[in-house]
């Protein structure tokens, strides 16, 4: 049986392993996209109407540009049978051309189909995204390979993780429900 919980694994499959046909077990073919960006460093649509063009949106044109793709669903998993549900995010990348070392946190709310099989609408709110040095990624990649994945209890985000300003104050405001 399919679940609200497994179309979010899909979708975080599909974005971060550059799969866009894997949206096909994650969301409904007439799907919409909502994004809240409060930062300049990264920039989408508002706004996004239907599977197709959420494939390309957040898996096709975000591959383009970055790679060595990590995104956690930060706090509790959705119960069985939940039709809506929300959590906190946290992504970790590099860019493909410089090198950079990226990460991130918002929020995800997702609401599933009445047979809670695929997701039909999707909101995404980007609180914060930093660009550090390149020489910065593999600090950050290998924290962010030793965390559990998809799904990350606040606790694990800690332990290990690079020092840093922004890295830190991000753990800080993860760490609380």
């Known amino acids: 049986?399919?679940?609200?919980?497994?179309?979010?694994?899909?979708?975080?499959?599909?974005?971060?392993?550059?799969?866009?046909?894997?949206?096909?077990?994650?969301?409904?073919?007439?799907?919409?996209?909502?994004?809240?960006?409060?930062?300049?460093?990264?920039?989408?649509?508002?706004?996004?109407?239907?599977?197709?063009?959420i494939a390309a949106v957040l898996v096709s044109d975000f591959a383009l540009k970055y790679e060595n793709v990590y995104t956690f669903c930060v706090g509790a998993m959705p119960a069985n049978g939940q039709r809506e549900f929300s959590c906190d995010w946290l992504v970790c990348m590099t860019e493909k051309t410089t090198r950079a070392a990226r990460i991130g946190y918002g929020r995800y709310d997702w609401t599933g189909d009445a047979q809670l099989s695929q997701?039909?609408?999707?909101?995404?709110?980007?609180?914060?995204?930093?660009?550090?040095?390149?020489?910065?990624?593999?600090?950050?990649?290998?924290?962010?390979?030793?965390?559990?994945y998809p799904w990350c209890a606040r606790e694990a985000l800690a332990p290990h993780a690079p020092n840093g300003e922004f890295v830190q104050r991000m753990i800080a405001q993860l760490s609380h429900d």
């Not at 409904?28 to 996004?48: H, N, R």
């Not at 609180?127 to 962010?144: F, I």
Request: proline content about 6%.
């Open 119 to 148: 997701i039909v609408r999707l909101h995404i709110t980007i609180e914060e995204m930093a660009v550090l040095p390149a020489q910065s990624a593999d600090s950050m990649l290998r924290w962010a390979s030793c965390l559990p």
């Open 1 to 53: 049986m399919t679940t609200l919980k497994s179309a979010i694994e899909s979708y975080i499959s599909a974005k971060d392993g550059n799969r866009p046909h894997l949206l096909m077990d994650a969301f409904a073919p007439d799907a919409s996209l909502g994004m809240t960006v409060k930062t300049a460093a990264i920039a989408f649509p508002q706004e996004t109407h239907g599977r197709d063009a």
